[in-house]
């Protein structure tokens, strides 16, 4: 079944090459076609030229052959004019279309089951691979079939004028064609083992680069170079191996052509010198057309090679995005009305080891709760498992009377939003990354900035200041700001935030919890390290976990009395 998706995707992702795009393709083509024909004609015309020099008795006059050169050269000119405004409109629209595809069919999967992929593998395959697509599958189409055209128009003239020459022009190049395919054929597998290399180079550079803070403060400069120095030297191995084979194919190709071409030059002198069946200007015609002849033997194979390996790239894609299906429900809840319950959850990243144990607790709708516990209790895994993070849990987690595995994704985020610890910025402008690319009434938009505390960093940089890289432009504060502000202004039932307010200052922290408990209509889960008093009075709930496991539950005068868990939590933390 997978791999019967994984081939109809594969299909897709090919017709994305054409897709309102038959225009530009089929002029590419026609001048694909008359560029193969141009070839032959002048040929043909440097034959006629040759035998009226040498005063062959038909020779066609010079007078008339200058005018079919003329309109000879009209006609290259038409051509190339039809091949500069077709072709480069072709690719541009067939890659963006490829890769615009690919992604949303990405942006398809649920966070679950894009949780234990390689995001190397998606990075390689929209460059690099995109990149040999371009070159070995799309622009090498018009060029095979330039080649052909040419070698049967080749074959049939030289069929015409000496089927006798015409028989041992193929014998002589029989031995070349055998190698040139047994050594082509070789390509495609040698092209997949380079995309996995560069996949696997793409993740250890991310990786360098993302954890240098990380290892310059370890002084683990040279340990890093070592683990970047066998990713690298990897790639460039089965890059050179496959340089080495596309060397091979050409030289075969080479060969050939000086082989046969030197071969029919000589077979062609003898039979002008012994039986004067042919003229000079034949022998001469014979040549050029062997070159026509002679190259798609030796290039056909490799360029099939390539094409099949870049095929091959694209199914590697088409069996990345359906990795992982995701396993959604079809139903669809448009609000909370009764709330969140927990029964009998239990949760394990690995078998045997449970993170979460039996948890079954009830979250009202339009209220507010907070989820507190030491570390590695379990709570940012809870928070996890409600945006249905992992559906791989024990027990049942409900949205109203609907379990979260029946919900589908769409509906599912459309009832959620998030503040997370680690806050993703784009590079691109403030107001782009509250908004997240999309249009809100301004004063909605206003609202959120200001109950997030964004004012202030607007009014000194405005709101199409640039981010930077992942908020590099950013201070963590700043970067959560965006994060709360975003979240506000989704405007959802349900709001889950995580440690949200761990990068801003006491009392800007203070502010914004107090902002997201003022907030009317909205369930709120909220983890937290930061146990306040003033703050903690005003939760309807709040949840207790040690270990993995509710250890008490209640308000916070409820919890203060029985002089529990939380009680020596919230002593600890003044």
Request: aromatic share 10%.
């Amino acid at each position: 079944m997978i791999k019967m998706k994984t081939k109809n995707l594969k299909k897709q992702l090919i017709s994305q090459f054409y897709y309102k795009n038959i225009p530009a393709f089929t002029l590419a083509i026609f001048a694909a076609v008359v560029g193969g024909s141009l070839n032959l004609i002048l040929s043909w015309i440097i034959k006629q030229l040759i035998d009226t020099a040498a005063g062959e008795a038909n020779a066609l006059p010079l007078l008339t052959l200058l005018k079919i050169s003329g309109g000879f050269l009209l006609l290259c000119a038409l051509a190339f004019l039809l091949r500069y405004l077709s072709f480069p409109y072709y690719i541009r629209r067939a890659m963006c279309q490829y890769k615009e595809f690919a992604l949303q069919k990405l942006l398809g999967k649920s966070i679950s089951s894009f949780r234990d992929e390689s995001t190397a593998t998606y990075l390689s395959a929209l460059s690099n691979d995109a990149t040999s697509i371009e070159t070995d599958y799309l622009e090498q189409q018009f060029d095979l079939l330039t080649k052909i055209l040419t070698f049967v128009g080749a074959l049939a003239l030289m069929l015409w004028y000496s089927p006798l020459l015409t028989l041992i022009a193929f014998a002589i190049t029989l031995l070349p064609l055998a190698a040139s395919i047994l050594t082509g054929n070789k390509l495609a597998p040698v092209e997949k083992k380079v995309s996995t290399a560069n996949a696997k180079f793409t993740a250890a550079l991310n990786e360098c680069l993302s954890g240098f803070s990380v290892i310059k403060s370890f002084q683990a400069e040279k340990e890093i170079f070592n683990f970047f120095l066998r990713s690298n030297r990897e790639l460039e191995d089965e890059k050179f191996s496959k340089r080495r084979l596309k060397t091979l194919v050409g030289m075969i190709g080479a060969l050939a052509g000086i082989f046969a071409q030197l071969g029919v030059f000589i077979a062609g002198t003898w039979l002008v010198l012994s039986t004067h069946a042919l003229t000079g200007g034949t022998v001469i015609l014979f040549v050029n057309l062997m070159n026509f002849v002679i190259d798609p033997i030796a290039t056909l194979p490799g360029l099939l090679a390539s094409r099949r390996a870049a095929k091959g790239l694209m199914g590697k894609l088409a069996e990345a995005l359906e990795k992982n299906p995701t396993a959604e429900g079809h139903r669809d809840i448009n609000e909370l009305r009764e709330g969140l319950r927990l029964d009998d959850l239990s949760f394990a990243y690995e078998e045997g080891k449970d993170v979460l144990h039996h948890l079954s607790a009830r979250f009202e709708a339009g209220k507010a709760y907070a989820v507190v516990g030491g570390s590695g209790s379990g709570k940012s895994t809870l928070l996890h498992l409600l945006m249905a993070g992992n559906t791989g849990y024990q027990g049942q987690i409900f949205f109203d009377d609907t379990e979260l595995r029946d919900l589908s994704t769409s509906s599912l985020y459309h009832l959620i939003s998030t503040i997370q610890q680690n806050v993703f910025v784009f590079n691109a402008s403030i107001r782009d990354n509250v908004t997240m690319f999309r249009d809100f009434p301004q004063a909605e938009l206003d609202k959120a900035i200001h109950s997030a505390h964004l004012d202030e960093l607007i009014d000194r940089r405005g709101e199409d200041s640039l981010c930077g890289e992942n908020g590099s432009a950013l201070s963590g504060g700043e970067k959560q700001r965006i994060s709360i502000a975003r979240s506000l202004l989704k405007q959802t039932r349900l709001l889950l935030a995580d440690e949200a307010t761990s990068s801003l200052d006491a009392q800007t922290a203070h502010q914004v919890t107090s902002d997201i408990l003022d907030l009317q209509g909205i369930t709120r889960i909220i983890v937290t390290h930061t146990l306040e008093e003033a703050l903690m009075k005003r939760y309807d709930g709040i949840l207790v976990l040690k270990d993995g496991r509710i250890e008490e539950s209640g308000r916070f005068e409820d919890l203060m009395a029985a002089r529990g868990y939380f009680y020596a939590l919230f002593t600890l933390a003044q």
